[in-house]
């Protein structure tokens, strides 16, 4: 049955092995074999897709990585490749960090802990589930349409100065702030669910209201499955490219769009990593390959970090509560 | 907290004012929080309709069935994207549903311990690869290396050098909801499988894949979703950002939905355009949420069908 067989050793493995070899007579099992490297095979091709795609990137970026990397990175967009720089879309990535972190985080939270602790079985409950889980396969670029129409429409006045048209970044962290929203909302009300109920009713036995034994006990114990789903919502939003064209994302003439602490900047208009790879990718040329592959590289290392970190953190903790 | 007689009153039973009005607080705080979800729902339908609506009720019928679609000109043949949409996840189904279903079935039924602790992240590690990188992925290897290998004649952007790539981001997506559906499958079906003198692989496809079908097709259904919905790996790899004639080759290039919303907003200050242009965008979009939307509660239902089972 297991193809893995172990060497004639001792212990239950290589006994099982044994007891399935004289059940089937000493007969190979020819199909069962095929299945299993069959989906072994799946798997593997799945990784390796990710493995090629990676080093891909770093291999066609790698002139850039290696031979200007401080400039690329604190340089302006260029209409040369080979003086490009990313700085910009560093800054607009990261601003729109910050709004999901200070947006969506809180809010979705809340939303999670109002659905499994205090909502009652009613039909607005039922509703509210319903309706998250559509948001969450919503595609982004409608999501874009949504942020187009609100936000620099709108209120153009509210979220940029005159001569933006509101396309600027506090539109576009608002976007994505509702964009990965539900992806949180689902998250942590997952995390809120797996926090054992002899938890609460010892809280509630001793004569705590359901606030104090929500953030006493329920949110420490919870926190770090919820710190697992709110990680990969920012990575989420943070490589997110459609709804950022929707909103007005340029990639050419941006003033004061490069400094990263600069209030004022989120009233301007604004670009950020997702929109300069897929400007730089539409760009003919080795040269132009090899800039949007380095911007990649940036973009993936940020991403995947975040994405590694929160899983890795999930497994540990799963681990530790058996 | 008695009163004169030694007595418990109603009083002393109701707790600390001050307490129960913090716990008042929180929970109108979170209730509200959640009712923003609802909200979120209206103003994409409300920032959809108005101007989808003015489409509808202005554009003349036969501008809808022409030879492409070429929103600036006002031709918008809806065929030409529904068409290239369809194709991109056909293409991304055929590579996605045997890769993702095959890791499954390998995570959740043959991995040992220590495989599966490094495998299952790897998968999940893919998923979050953003769009905007297979996109370019798609157009700078899989295009040469991969679909014009392959296939003569086929051009630099094309179609299913897209769908492969979209391929690429729905594998986690199956795999992680399909691997759930059957590791909820209870272990006595199994044990009763192998007493009856099953194999393990007959087991697998007779039992355990049969009794997880409906999470299996959730996780297909949730795939085709989101394949419809993908917008950068089309808009990147797939060409035709001006606009596309009606095509169902997929080694050529071509226009899906949501590339035709991005690649009219894309590039211009304002999404503008002759006549009803700026519309047309609004009107995709409103199909698109609407054809998502029935597929995510479909997906839904056969989800609470597996959980309701065991």
Redesign the interface.
């Known amino acids: 049955?297991?193809v893995?067989s172990t060497p004639s050793g001792t212990g239950p493995q290589a006994a099982r092995a044994r007891v399935e070899q004289a059940l089937r007579g000493g007969k190979v099992?020819v199909?069962?074999r095929a299945?299993?490297l069959?989906?072994?095979?799946?798997?593997l091709?799945?990784?390796l897709?990710?493995v090629?795609?990676l080093v891909?990137?770093l291999t066609?970026g790698a002139p850039v990585l290696t031979g200007r990397l401080g400039g690329f990175l604190d340089g302006a967009l260029r209409s040369q490749p080979g003086a490009s720089g990313i700085r910009q879309g560093l800054v607009g990535t990261f601003w729109i960090g910050v709004f999901v972190v200070l947006l969506s985080f809180?809010?979705?939270i809340?939303?999670a802990?109002?659905?499994e602790?205090?909502?009652a079985r009613t039909r607005l409950t039922r509703?509210?589930d319903?309706?998250?889980?559509?948001?969450a396969?919503?595609?982004?670029?409608?999501?874009?349409?949504?942020g187009?129409?609100?936000f620099t429409k709108a209120l153009r006045d509210v979220t940029g100065s005159p001569g933006s048209?509101g396309?600027t970044i506090v539109s576009a962290g608002l976007t994505l702030a509702?964009l990965v929203?539900?992806i949180v909302?689902i998250t942590a009300s997952e995390a809120l669910r797996a926090v054992p109920s002899g938890l609460r009713e010892a809280g509630f036995g001793v004569?705590a209201?359901?606030?104090?034994v929500?953030r006493h006990h329920v949110l420490p114990y919870a926190a770090p499955g919820i710190f697992t789903g709110t990680v990969?919502a920012l990575?989420?939003a943070?490589?997110?490219?459609?709804p950022l064209?929707?909103v007005?994302a340029?990639s050419g003439y941006l003033t004061g769009a490069d400094r990263f602490l600069e209030l004022g900047a989120l009233r301007e208009r604004f670009t950020a990593m997702?929109t300069v790879?897929?400007t730089w990718?539409?760009r003919p040329g080795r040269e132009w390959?090899e800039v949007?592959?380095a911007a990649?590289v940036i973009?993936?290392a940020v991403?995947?970090l975040?994405?590694?970190t929160a899983?890795?953190l999930r497994?540990r903790f799963e681990k530790k509560r058996g | 907290m008695t009163d004169a007689t030694g007595s418990l009153t109603i009083d002393a039973l109701s707790?600390d004012r001050r307490?129960?009005r913090?716990?008042m607080?929180?929970?109108l705080?979170?209730?509200?929080?959640?009712?923003?979800?609802?909200l979120?729902?209206a103003?994409?339908i409300?920032?959809?309709a108005g101007e989808a609506w003015t489409f509808v009720s202005q554009v003349e019928v036969a501008s809808l069935w022409t030879d492409g679609w070429f929103p600036r000109r006002g031709l918008y043949d809806i065929k030409t994207i529904v068409v290239g949409s369809l194709l991109v996840t056909a293409v991304a189904m055929l590579l996605a549903v045997?890769?993702?279903?095959?890791?499954a079935?390998?995570?959740s039924?043959?991995a040992?311990r220590q495989v599966r602790?490094v495998?299952k992240?790897?998968?999940?590690?893919?998923a979050?690869?953003?769009?905007?990188?297979?996109?370019?992925?798609a157009?700078?290897?899989i295009s040469p290396e991969v679909v014009q290998r392959f296939a003569e004649g086929a051009t630099q952007f094309n179609l299913a050098a897209a769908g492969l790539g979209v391929g690429?981001l729905t594998?986690?997506l199956i795999?992680a909801v399909s691997e759930d559906a059957m590791r909820s499958v209870p272990n006595s079906l199994r044990e009763a499988s192998a007493a009856m003198g099953a194999?393990?692989?007959?087991t697998?496809?007779r039992v355990v894949i049969p009794a997880a079908v409906s999470g299996l097709v959730a996780s297909f259904i949730?795939a085709v979703?989101?394949a419809?919905?993908?917008?950068?790996v089309v808009?990147?790899a797939a060409g035709a950002?001006g606009g596309a004639l009606f095509t169902t080759d997929v080694f050529g290039p071509g226009q899906t939905m949501?590339a035709a919303?991005?690649s009219q907003?894309?590039g211009t200050?304002?999404?503008r355009g002759a006549g009803l242009t700026f519309q047309s965008?609004?009107f995709v979009?409103m199909l698109?949420?609407i054809v998502?939307?029935v597929?995510?509660?479909l997906?839904?239902r056969f989800v609470r069908r597996v959980r309701q089972r065991y």
């Open positions: 049955m297991t893995l099992d199909w069962g299945f299993h069959v989906v072994l095979a799946a798997l091709l799945a990784v897709a990710l090629v795609l891909d990137m066609t809180p809010l979705g809340a939303a802990i109002h659905l602790e205090y909502a509703f509210i319903v309706n998250i889980r559509n948001l396969g919503v595609p982004s670029v409608v999501y874009g349409i949504l187009f129409t609100i048209n396309r509702i929203l539900p909302i004569g209201t359901r606030s104090e929500v990969l990575a989420r943070l490589g997110e490219a459609a064209i929707l007005g340029t997702p790879i897929t990718a539409g390959e949007t592959a990649i973009l993936l991403v995947l975040a994405n590694t899983i890795v497994n | 707790g307490r129960m913090a716990d607080v929180t929970r705080l979170v209730l509200a929080a959640a009712v923003t979800s609802i979120i729902s103003l994409i409300f920032s959809l045997p890769l993702g279903l095959g890791a079935v390998y995570l039924e043959y040992p602790k495998l992240p790897a998968v999940e590690i893919l979050g690869i953003p769009s905007v990188v297979l996109g370019f992925f157009l700078t290897f690429i594998i986690p795999a194999r393990k692989a007959v697998v496809v949730v979703s989101r419809i919905g993908e917008t950068m808009f990147i950002t949501t919303m991005a907003a894309a200050d304002q999404v965008l609004f979009g698109l949420f998502t939307l597929l995510n509660l997906a839904d």
